[in-house]
């Protein structure tokens, strides 16, 4: 495809780069899969203890920044925008954190009892 001087960057580069691209994420993912599938004993329960640790940490700071859209009685509100201004970093973070535990809880279903 050609492309406009505008456009040269990352348009460019994934055109021409696609196939290596998938490969080293295809190699990351089975490498990632292999570790999670090995562990067990003392570093499975440290991942287990940082999982849920960060999705209590998450849901801790989703409710930090609810809680002014509670107090004022709205209770089924959805989305970044219903929390006020200040406490939206705070609700992002909190989603990060509390995603990021949900994802390792589920590698860890990959590894061996």
Same mark, same amino acid.
């Given at each position: /495809? ?34 999670? /599938? ?7 329960? &440290? ?7 960060? /999705? ?38 909190? &989603? ?18």
């Amino acid at each position: /495809m050609d492309y406009r001087k505008e456009h040269n960057g990352l348009l460019t580069f994934v055109e021409h780069w696609n196939i290596v691209i998938v490969g080293v994420i295809a190699v990351i993912a089975i490498r990632g899969a292999n570790f999670f /599938m090995r562990l067990s004993g003392t570093p499975w329960l &440290w991942f287990f203890f940082a999982a849920f640790a960060l /999705m209590i940490f998450g849901g801790g700071l989703i409710s930090y920044a609810k809680l002014p859209v509670y107090r004022s009685g709205r209770f089924f509100t959805f989305g970044r925008k219903s929390v006020p201004v200040q406490l939206q970093a705070a609700y992002r973070w909190g &989603w990060r954190m509390f995603l990021f535990g949900v994802v390792l809880s589920l590698c860890l279903l990959l590894s061996k009892p």
